[in-house]
Nanobody
């Protein structure tokens, strides 16, 4: 069993930056691919970014590519999402997810473990 706890959310002005963290407990994340998803009010949960278990490959949805960076520190069992040049449309609850195995996926159903989410609100 893997427990994921996100932190770092809050209120930020458009154009600003925020770094989210996801700390895992229960098992080492070394053999898990990790991802960030987000869910805005009234919308389905959507993929944001993913990283393979070695950290060697990352993937982003088009709307955040070039602005967000996903990274991981396996020694700290932590995954990060650095968000720059934030826009009001980035406002959502951000969730960390883990999947056993070396490859990443972009579908909600492919991930085995989820955090409780952290709210990010971008004001215009």
């Amino acid at each position: 069993q893997v427990r994921l706890v996100e932190s770092g959310g809050g209120l930020v002005q458009a154009g600003g930056s925020r770094r989210l963290s996801c700390v895992a407990s229960g098992r080492t994340l070394v053999t898990y691919s990790m991802a960030w998803f987000r869910q805005a009010p009234g919308k389905e949960r959507e993929f944001v970014a993913a990283i393979t278990w070695t950290g060697g490959t990352t993937y982003y949805t088009d709307s955040v590519r070039g602005r967000f960076t996903i990274s991981r520190d396996n020694a700290k069992n932590t995954v990060y999402l650095q968000m720059n040049r934030l826009k009001p449309e980035d406002t959502a609850v951000y969730y960390c997810a883990a999947r056993s195995g070396r490859y990443y996926y972009t579908s909600v159903g492919e991930y085995d473990y989820w955090g409780q989410g952290t709210q990010v609100t971008v004001s215009s």
